[in-house]
């Protein structure tokens, strides 16, 4: 037996509805907004923007032998290993 999909809900504010209302499918289109965006989450924080007390713990190991540094071409920050 299939699962009906879960219906979730949010608000947007007006300029942000100006912009999505005239999408034809606005459902797969925030579907597929969604799941590229979780492709980009940070894997330590899982995208809260923090890092808990053990979390930073092992970050602080890990930077012992890494930097974070400017990509010379693209100007994005990256990890370095230190060895």
Known sequence: MKKKPEVIT???DESLHAI???IPNRSEFIRSAIINALGSICPL???TGMLNPEQKRH???FTTDHSVQTCDECQERILVCSK
């Open 10 to 12: 949010f608000k947007v």
């Open 20 to 22: 999505i209302k005239d």
């Open 45 to 47: 924080c899982n995208g």
């Open 59 to 61: 970050w602080d190991n």
